[in-house]
């Protein structure tokens, strides 16, 4: 299973990002899919995550903030970040999580926000 993670790149405080991961490599399709963050310094942390039925969870910090979704279709997860704040400023990784087989990581992306 490979997860190809991208759109990570620089923006000021107040601006968007948009993250997104295929999965890829398996017939089967994945359940839960989900995205972290690493800080520079500090542990690897959850953002956000979505079941396969599009039930959605999320970090007190990014509440009301980032938006995460899917399409199942393209074994695909995204990360719709608003309001970005320097706080963010970090490797965002994604995840998949499959019952028959379990969890993969991505390789990461960095964001960087300006204040």
């Known amino acids: 299973v490979q997860l190809q993670a991208s759109g990570g790149g620089l923006v000021q405080a107040g601006g968007s990002l948009r993250l997104s991961c295929a999965a890829s490599?398996?017939?089967?399709?994945?359940?839960?899919m989900g995205w972290y963050r690493q800080a520079p310094g500090k542990q690897r942390e959850f953002v956000a995550r979505?079941?396969?039925?599009?039930?959605?969870y999320y970090a007190d910090s990014v509440k009301d903030r980032f938006t995460i979704s899917r399409d199942n279709a393209k074994n695909t997860v995204y990360l719709q970040m608003s309001s970005l704040k320097p706080e963010d400023t970090a490797v965002y990784y994604c995840?998949?999580?499959?019952?028959?087989?379990?969890?993969?990581w991505g390789q990461g992306t960095v964001v960087t926000v300006s204040s």
């Open positions: 995840n998949a999580a499959y019952n028959q087989l379990g969890i993969y």
């Open positions: 490599g398996t017939f089967f399709s994945p359940n839960g």
């Open positions: 979505i079941s396969d039925a599009g039930s959605t």
